[in-house]
């Protein structure tokens, strides 16, 4: 069975600073993942996904993500925080039995300080 | 392009009462949909999923129910309303069999039960 885990619930960084979010991934199969941020009571937005091709992706924003299978990792990287980046992080498997259903961490909430 | 709707935006309901949450999806067809409930604090739980009219499928065993009675419409329903169901739902829609297709989320309802 497909699963995620984001290993950090609150993660605060200093504007300018460099961003990490972690996410380990567990799947039988090369997984589909994907990164969604979470606006305060809003939907979520795509930053970016790995569907097998490059292993690292670039996204939306300045963040890119690198898939990393001996570690079964897919963490989140951007170089330097700006305030506008304080949001949810969801990092995202994609259950690959036939019906496409996600499996969502729970989620990483990123605070920027000035 | 595409759009998704969901209403109301917000809905204060008392306990007991019933329930129906809209969405609609706007300039594609035959789209998977999908239902997520995020509880305070925690990820996004997958509630229910259609992949074509009057096909639904049930995640999690509860008081609600989902309706798709047209091909762009995601209906999701409650008789009687618990303190439990508080929280915020996401109507979301994806197209066709790949893994890598993502999910489009809608701006969510925000439902509170006194």
């Known amino acids: 069975a497909q699963s995620v885990t984001q290993l950090d619930s609150h993660v605060s960084v200093s504007e300018g600073t460099p961003v990490l979010l972690r996410c380990n991934y567990s799947s039988s199969y090369s997984p589909s993942l994907f990164w969604y941020v979470q606006h305060p009571n809003k939907g979520l937005q795509l930053l970016l996904k790995y569907t097998s091709a490059a292993t690292l992706v670039k996204g939306i924003n300045g963040f890119e993500a690198e898939f990393k299978k001996s570690e079964t990792s897919f963490h989140l990287t951007k170089p330097s925080a700006h305030m506008s980046d304080a949001a949810e992080y969801f990092c995202?498997?994609?259950?690959?039995?036939?019906?496409?259903?996600?499996?969502f961490g729970t989620g990483t909430r990123l605070k920027v300080l000035a | 392009s595409q759009t998704i709707h969901q209403w109301p935006a917000t809905l204060v309901q008392p306990v007991g009462s019933p329930l129906s949450l809209e969405c609609t999806v706007e300039?594609?067809?035959?789209?998977?949909l999908y239902w997520y409930r995020q509880a305070a604090g925690r990820g996004l739980q997958l509630l229910f999923y259609?992949?074509?009219?009057?096909?639904i499928s049930s995640e999690v065993p509860q008081n609600l129910s989902a309706s798709r009675p047209q091909d762009r419409q995601f209906i999701l329903s409650s008789k009687k309303l618990l303190l439990s169901d508080s929280g915020f739902y996401l109507c979301?829609?994806?197209?066709?069999?790949?893994?890598?297709?993502?999910?489009?989320f809608g701006p969510g309802t925000r439902l509170t039960v006194l």
């Open positions: 979301a829609w994806r197209l066709g069999r790949r893994s890598y297709n993502e999910q489009f």
């Open positions: 995202v498997v994609i259950v690959t039995s036939g019906t496409y259903k996600y499996i």
């Open positions: 259609s992949v074509g009219i009057g096909q």
């Open positions: 300039g594609t067809s035959n789209p998977n």
